[in-house]
DNA sequence: TTTAAAAAGGGGTAAATCCCCCTTTTTTTT
DNA sequence: AAAAAAAAGGGGGATTTACCCCTTTTTAAA
């Protein structure tokens, strides 16, 4: 009996590619694909239709990995879920790993190292690499803060910053004073320890707060 | 006799899962993959190492795919070139297509498309999606110029500008004096039709002048 | 040697940045 | 429940930077 795998992929040719290289192995196939969260979920209400495992992307339009993989957590914890993206900031790592995932792929992988995670994930529980481990090792202490704390109102802000509104017409449609986007300003830089509204955008779009 | 196919692609499960793929199509096996467009090259000295078709990633470390078909397109003129990218922008398509790529495939398709892909391309010479043929068809009539020439030097600015020096401290990283600076900044503003420093930095990214 | 471009500059206005300062409300702590 | 702290909103005024228009010099090209 081989164990069932469900692959959620947004790319429809790396998704079918992926599927033929499961279906290779000789404990595991493919049951279905997915192009995105919602559709997995919508699927998971049939029983039939909940696999040992879940390949998981990150990078998704409607419902992303992260996301998905917290929903799954909370309403089918036994489904195991092994997260691939090409994406290697750690942030987003570790993200994909508190929402409870299994294990963490990159996409520069080889299939033999596929083929062992699957079946590290599905016989022990988890897999990981040693970049990963040692990530997660880093995170234990919290080191320097890599996370500081946006107020809600501030990443608002920083989305209006991000283009060629000024201050004050930000504050127009934000319906604040303009001395409140200044103190929103000040705050942030101060935080984030920049010195303009460039070194703003930059961080906004590094950190993904705002998708250029 | 099966046509031979080489892919060029840096994530390796990718290009593992596509090379099973294309060797299950009945006209076409694959040859060898290669991690980016250096090693390509390298492997074509040996004549017995040129496939009739490399399925090109344009995304890559070390030589990219427009790179890569460039240079194919003068050495190597009778290899046929089918460009493979989750990349959208109309820029990069373009570009890929001057470079000599002969079609244009997201991965987002399904692979029954790309083995008529592969088939047209080989036996026609070209393939091209309803969407790339528009897009071509548009590029004739340079309506809005959407490719505005910037010179070198511009572009030197443009980089700096995506910090957080001010106008002044460029025009001392670029030794010049900080009006001509001015003058880079007014002339691309114009060009580009932009209002202020926070427009350029998101063109800058956008148009991949700067990677934050 | 004209012609054009690149580089440099002057001066003015608006925007951004940076200091101080304040009140009110909400949340947390004691 | 009272006190303290944090969050949200607002201000005055000074300095710097950014932005814009228009001119001159220097350099490179035709």
Do not use: W
Request: glycine fraction near 4%; include cysteine.
């Amino acid at each position: 009996m081989k164990y069932s795998v469900v692959i959620v992929e947004d790319h429809i040719l790396l998704s079918q590619a992926l599927s033929g290289l499961v279906n290779g192995f000789a404990k595991f196939k493919i049951l279905y694909i997915c192009k995105n969260g919602k559709e997995l979920l919508t699927r998971f209400k049939d029983p039939k239709n909940i696999p040992d495992i879940v390949l998981m992307d990150i990078n998704m339009p409607i419902m992303n990995g992260i996301e998905t993989t917290a929903a799954l957590k909370e309403q089918y914890p036994q489904v195991k879920v092994l997260a691939l993206s090409v994406e290697e900031d750690e942030n987003t790592i570790l993200k994909m790993l508190r929402a409870g995932a299994k294990g963490y792929l990159l996409k520069d992988t080889e299939k033999s190292i596929l083929e062992n995670a699957l079946i590290q994930v599905q016989e022990t529980g988890f897999y990981h690499t040693k970049d990963v481990t040692n990530l997660l090792l880093g995170s234990l202490n919290p080191k320097e803060e890599n996370n500081v704390m946006l107020k809600d109102r501030e990443v608002e802000f920083i989305k209006h910053a991000c283009t060629e509104k000024t201050y004050k017409e930000i504050a127009n449609d934000m319906c604040l004073s303009p001395k409140t986007i200044e103190g929103y300003r000040d705050s942030i830089f101060e935080k984030l320890n920049l010195k303009n509204r460039t070194g703003l955008v930059i961080y906004a779009i590094k950190s993904k707060l705002f998708v250029p």
